[in-house]
């Protein structure tokens, strides 16, 4: 199609010829997603089809993928009337979508390798509508996807909801390598070996389903081998996995925020990072609900801690976007909260603690009923092994949860609240009361017998939780909670 060179975006245009590319790839991995299974079946039962029964199947399926590509590229055109962004696409069925510019939230870039080889991006665009409303241009070419952006925010009467003009926004922070190694030695790595463990655990059902009862046999008989030496099975598998998660961790962070870099302007923040996958964020302010930062003591002797915003997607839409800027020094962490919160932070906090119920609670969940189980095992299958283990995992979590009900703490003053839980991980919450959408009280019958209650706060980013408050503390901050809520005319999304 002919384009204006002044104002291309005013005729109907199609998308850069890469996405055709793009769309072949996602009908792909959405065919693998889905019907894995089968694929596998048909793979490794070579009984199922002949060799030229599994080409003619091949074929026919390959040029269906490129056949509906090509019909999705040429059916999918946008244009720009009337300070509307126009979309028209669709295949079989076809759909027309009138976006005004003042309902855009946001406008954002990311870019794959394949975008980066060919210089595209993929636009994806933000509404304050509902879920439906949110969509994405495959491939832009960059300059004129930028072109776009810039024209969309000249034209809106409320211009703090798209991405500011480069020449407006400061650079405040950014990771070097030494930065992401740092990051990526301090991560959860139990956390992501108990991932991988659990991948482990459900990849027999995944055989039986795929393969039949003849590879399940041979799994079986691998996992009985290794148990008649539990207790260095245990000890290798647990080194095992740590190694295999804290390899796959520092890889991940290194993929996912290589040359990470945070802009400051004055209606939120812009960060840029990824190295194979760069993609392109913003958190505003009017859409920040919560602001999380995770600390540990690896993090403290490198002085960072992984920070997060927990900001609202479109109304509506019943999801929420969280952006994460790792590596964020105790200095740039308290800049980015006065930043946010302002004088709020400085007004005096209450500080109150939780009950030690919680503690009671937690230890027999965490603790007796696992060391119960151990104990069942070991009188059945007579391995003293499994008496230690069990044995230490009651003292162990003795010790944990009676920290963890200790230095759970919350703080209330007349702006935000706040929230500090965590034994080897801290996690510190703070949100402004005029951003709670509902305050809910709920108790267990348990909770009942000792007057307590769970205070929790819903926001359109999630919800932060305060266990084990007495009844009438946690009735007296709903009553003021939802005062503040009904009085508060900021805007809070």
């Not at 008989?221 to 520092?250: M, N, Q, W």
Request: aromatic share 12%.
């Amino acid at each position: 199609m002919k384009k204006n060179d002044n104002a291309w975006y005013e005729s109907a245009t199609r998308q850069s010829a890469v996405a055709i590319l793009l769309i072949i790839i996602g009908v792909i991995k959405s065919l693998v997603r889905n019907w894995w299974p089968i694929l596998i079946l048909v793979i490794f039962r070579s009984d199922l089809l002949s060799p030229s029964q599994g080409r003619s199947l091949l074929v026919t399926v390959g040029l269906g993928i490129i056949a509906y590509s090509i019909l999705s590229y040429y059916r999918f055109f946008f244009f720009v009337r009337e300070d509307k962004l126009h979309v028209k696409r669709g295949v079989f069925t076809r759909s027309a979508m009138d976006i005004p510019f003042d309902r855009i939230q946001s406008i954002s870039f990311e870019q794959g390798l394949i975008h980066q080889v060919f210089d595209v991006v993929k636009v994806k665009v933000d509404t304050a509508g509902s879920a439906k409303e949110e969509f994405e241009f495959s491939a832009l070419a960059k300059t004129m996807a930028e072109e776009l952006r810039t024209f969309i925010l000249s034209k809106r009467s409320l211009s703090s909801a798209v991405p500011a003009s480069p020449s407006s926004k400061k650079l405040i922070m950014s990771l070097t390598p030494l930065d992401l190694l740092k990051v990526g030695v301090s991560q959860n790595h139990i956390r992501t070996a108990g991932i991988i463990l659990a991948f482990f655990l459900g990849l027999r059902d995944r055989i039986d389903e795929a393969l039949g009862d003849q590879y399940v046999q041979r799994f079986d008989e691998f996992a009985a081998s290794l148990f008649d030496s539990a207790l260095i099975v245990f000890v290798l598998i647990a080194a095992s996995l740590l190694v295999i998660a804290f390899v796959s961790t520092l890889v991940l962070t290194f993929l996912r925020f290589y040359n990470l870099k945070v802009w400051k302007s004055e209606d939120g923040y812009y960060i840029e990072a990824g190295l194979i996958n760069r993609r392109e964020q913003a958190a505003l302010n009017h859409k920040i609900q919560i602001i999380r930062s995770v600390s540990n003591p690896i993090r403290k002797l490198f002085d960072i801690v992984y920070f997060r915003f927990h900001q609202a997607s479109s109304r509506g839409s019943g999801r929420s976007s969280t952006i994460s800027i790792p590596g964020c020094t105790t200095k740039s962490l308290q800049q980015f909260r006065e930043s946010h919160f302002g004088g709020a932070l400085e007004q005096p906090l209450t500080h109150q603690g939780v009950a030690w119920q919680l503690f009671l609670r937690r230890w027999l969940a965490i603790g007796w009923i696992p060391f119960a189980i151990l104990v069942v095992n070991h009188w059945i299958f007579s391995l003293p092994s499994l008496l230690l283990i069990s044995i230490v995992w009651l003292g162990l979590s003795f010790v944990f949860q009676r920290i963890y009900q200790r230095d759970w703490r919350w703080s209330l003053n007349d702006e935000l609240v706040q929230t500090h839980s965590g034994v080897l991980e801290k996690v510190t919450k703070i949100l402004f009361l005029y951003k709670i959408q509902s305050v809910e009280i709920k108790q267990t019958p348990y909770q009942r017998r000792h007057s307590l209650v769970s205070l929790v706060f819903y926001t359109a980013s999630g919800a932060v939780r305060i266990p084990y408050v007495p009844q009438e503390e946690a009735i007296r901050v709903k009553d003021y909670t939802l005062y503040k809520i009904e009085s508060s005319d900021r805007k809070w999304m």
